[in-house]
T-cell receptor, first 112, second 115 residues
């Protein structure tokens, strides 16, 4: 099945600093999704990328899908304390429709 | 309504108990999922139902028994669990998935402790 490696595992930033998490695969991905899980909460869908080189923005969040569709990144500009949580990339589909395989996640801590 | 509900929120059970987790959605989704999540780990897929039929079982031990009585409901029956089964159990739903994938909507989860 499709697998993704996500780095870093942890990231501590001061409020106002930028943050980036990366997902990498050894194989070409058909799509990649990003989820956020607040402490004590459940994963919440943020976005899906499907096109090579795709860039999407949601306010301070910028999502990119690599040209070779083997990597993706989530960048947060000027972090706020509300950005605290774990950010997961996830790959859906492949030969097992419905199977969503998550990266290990990046736990973001924002110090005020 | 983009909500998936799960009951109970917390469950403590002994290794000889039988209990059930329940999940409900009214978004008209025809795919429903069970995930298991340990602390500081990603969710791990357990089961997928498509059109009320089990389509994926990720080699889950038989002490976990899923059931999809209708398109809105998903149950997970638990029997003879082990302490290592303690985790957050997440239910999710989506439109029927295809190769490109679809958004999955997660419920708040049931935090299970096996004593």
């Amino acid at each position: 099945g499709q697998q993704v490696m996500q780095i870093p595992q942890y990231q501590h930033v001061q409020e106002g600093e930028d943050f980036t998490t990366y997902c990498n695969s050894s194989t070409t991905l058909s799509n990649i999704q990003w989820y956020k899980q607040r402490p004590g909460g459940h994963p919440v869908f943020l976005i899906q990328l499907v096109k090579s080189g795709e860039v999407k923005k949601q306010k301070r969040l910028t999502f990119q899908f690599g040209e070779a569709k083997k990597n993706s990144s989530l960048h947060i500009t000027a972090t706020q304390t509300t950005d605290v949580g774990t950010y997961f990339c996830a790959v859906a589909g492949g030969t097992s429709y419905g199977k969503l395989t998550f990266g290990q996640g990046t736990i973001l801590t924002v110090h005020p | 309504d983009t909500e998936v509900t799960q009951t109970p929120k917390h469950l403590v059970m002994g290794m000889t108990n039988k209990k059930s987790l329940k999940c409900e959605q009214h978004m008209g989704h025809r795919a429903m999922y069970w995930y298991k999540q340990k602390a500081k780990k990603p969710p791990e897929l357990m089961f997928v139902y498509s059109y009320e039929k089990l389509s994926i079982n990720e080699s889950v031990p038989s002490r976990f028994s899923p059931e999809c009585p209708n398109s809105s409901l998903l149950n997970l029956h638990l029997h003879a669990l082990q302490p290592e089964d303690s985790a957050l159990y997440l239910c999710a739903s989506s439109l029927i998935p295809g190769l490109a994938g679809v958004t999955q909507y997660f419920g708040p989860g049931t935090r299970l402790t096996v004593t």
